[in-house]
T-cell receptor, first 113, second 115 residues
Framework: KNQVEQSPQSLIILEGKNCTLQ??????????LRWYKQDTGRGPVSLTI?????NTKSNGRYTATLDADTKQSSLHITASQLSDSASYIC????????????FGKGTKLSVKP | DSGVTQTPKHLITATGQRVTLRCSPR?????VYWYQQSLDQGLQFLIQ???????AKGNILERFSAQQFPDLHSELNLSSLELGDSALYFC??????????????FGPGTRLTVL
């Protein structure tokens, strides 16, 4: 079954600290993987898009990694800010003529002062 | 602001009723996607349109239907509403049809509450 599992479900950290969010997937065939940030009550915003051949991709303080062999991805946030408080959603896109997006349930991150 | 607009922002209705959600894609985007996000659930892909034609179908119920008009705006029609249909409904748009390498821009969503 095509699934995307994220951990932890929720996380509380202090401002300025780093954190890492995990994503494991069983989607096949794999096309690419994306991380989205979703503020409460708002639409998701893309952070990174990673293809099969990419191991690491950065976007400012966000760094995503992908291990296609173990089917795992992580999103590392450096020097967290209060504005990083949001849900972070891992999305895996299946290969094929039309593709298919499989969404994880997200990790809810709270950054406290 | 993603450039994708959705109306209304909130909608409260009763079971058995029918509602229409509206989405205007970003200028120049030809593809529109609809998603449902229930409480404590991930986003579920419902349906995609490209330049007026249905392109891909996800977990869309038979009670739900959508269309994309010549001006590229899209409407999602939900009928015979049930309590379980209460959710956030998001629209996204992209330039081209396929989701592969193709970034989608999400609207602010419509929160539907069925009482």
């Amino acid at each position: 079954k095509n699934q995307v599992e994220q951990s932890p479900q929720s996380l509380i950290i202090l401002e300025g600290k780093n954190c890492t969010l995990q994503c494991n997937y069983t989607v096949s065939p794999f096309s690419n993987l994306r991380w989205y940030k979703q503020d409460t009550g708002r639409g998701p915003v893309s952070l990174t898009i990673m293809t099969f051949s990419e191991n690491t991709k950065s976007n400012g303080r966000y760094t995503a990694t992908l291990d296609a062999d173990t089917k795992q991805s992580s999103l590392h946030i450096t020097a967290s800010q209060l504005s990083d408080s949001a849900s972070y959603i891992c999305v895996v896109i299946r290969g094929g003529s039309q593709g298919n997006l499989i969404f994880g349930k997200g990790t809810k991150l709270s950054v406290k002062p | 602001d993603s450039g994708v607009t959705q109306t209304p922002k909130h909608l409260i209705t009763a079971t058995g009723q029918r509602v229409t959600l509206r989405c205007s894609p970003r200028s120049g985007d030809l593809s529109v996607y609809w998603y449902q996000q229930s409480l404590d659930q991930g986003l579920q892909f419902l349906i995609q349109y490209y330049n007026g034609e249905e392109r891909a179908k996800g977990n869309i119920l038979e009670r739900f239907s959508a269309q994309q008009f010549p001006d590229l705006h899209s409407e999602l029609n939900l009928s015979s509403l049930e309590l379980g249909d209460s959710a956030l409904y998001f629209c996204a748009s992209s330039v081209i049809a396929g989701p592969i390498y193709n970034e989608q821009f999400f609207g602010p969503g419509t929160r539907l509450t069925v009482l």
